[in-house]
């Protein structure tokens, strides 16, 4: 069992950034493939970026290519995501996901999910 936390969301003014943090529980971090999604108002959840355990192979949504950045620090049990040059269309909840090793690819398959946390970019 993994447990998620987020933490790092706010309000921002567009082009501006911030750095979501992922807080998991559990003895084999590195293990586990984690990820980003997001989920605006109205609008259906959909992948942000992911990290394989050793952070050797990471993804990215095109809309976030060149403006997000996924990291994670074995040692801490923690990914980030890096987000500049905030656009009011970034605003959503963002969530955090695991899942053991990597199959179905980055973007499919996960089984624990965090809260999320709020992300608002105003214009």
């Known amino acids: 069992q993994v447990q998620l936390v987020e933490s790092g969301g706010g309000l921002v003014q567009a082009g501006g950034s911030l750095r979501l943090s992922c807080a998991a529980s559990?003895?084999?971090?590195?293990?586990?493939?984690m990820a980003w999604f997001r989920q605006a108002p109205g609008k259906e959840r959909e992948f942000v970026a992911a990290i394989a355990g050793s952070g050797g192979s990471i993804d990215y949504a095109d809309f976030v290519k060149g403006r997000f950045a996924i990291s994670r620090d074995n040692t801490h049990n923690t990914v980030y995501l890096q987000m500049n040059s905030l656009k009011p269309e970034d605003t959503a909840v963002y969530s955090c996901?695991?899942?053991?090793?990597?199959?179905?690819?980055?973007?499919?398959?996960?089984?624990?999910w965090g809260q999320g946390t709020q992300v608002t970019v105003s214009s």
């Open positions: 996901a695991a899942k053991y090793g990597f199959v179905s690819g980055p973007r499919l398959g996960y089984s624990y």
């Open positions: 559990g003895r084999t971090f590195s293990g586990y493939t």
